[in-house]
């Protein structure tokens, strides 16, 4: 079963940057597609961001130009770089194993000020 330990999270202003981390457990995730959603309670979750196997990209319009993710497969880390923080990007951030995200961490929670 896959492991998916999130960490980076925390309180900023708004303006402010974060890099979120997520170390997996299987080198076989990194040539698949894998992704970032968030979820703030009672409402749906997004999705922010997603890394195919080729490298290639795609990002929420949400957060485009703001957040970006990476991996570093030498490592079996996914990154969410994140600047320009709003308030409206306040929930709680998941790395998921698959871009439909089924397999994802325990989340790490992101709040920004005003």
């Known amino acids: 079963q896959v492991q998916l330990v999130e960490s980076g999270g925390g309180s900023v202003q708004a303006g402010g940057s974060l890099r979120l981390s997520c170390e997996f457990s299987?080198?076989?995730?990194?040539?698949?597609?894998m992704g970032w959603f968030r979820q703030v309670p009672g409402k749906e979750r997004e999705g922010v961001a997603a890394i195919e196997g080729d490298g290639s990209t795609n990002y929420a319009d949400s957060v485009k130009g703001r957040f970006t993710i990476s991996k570093d497969n030498a490592k079996n880390t996914l990154y969410l770089q994140m600047v320009g923080l709003k308030p409206e990007d306040t929930a709680m951030y998941y790395c998921?194993?698959?871009?439909?995200?089924?397999?994802y961490g325990q989340g790490t929670q992101v709040t920004v000020s005003s």
């Open positions: 299987e080198y076989t995730y990194s040539k698949h597609c």
């Open positions: 998921a194993a698959d871009c439909s995200f089924n397999s």
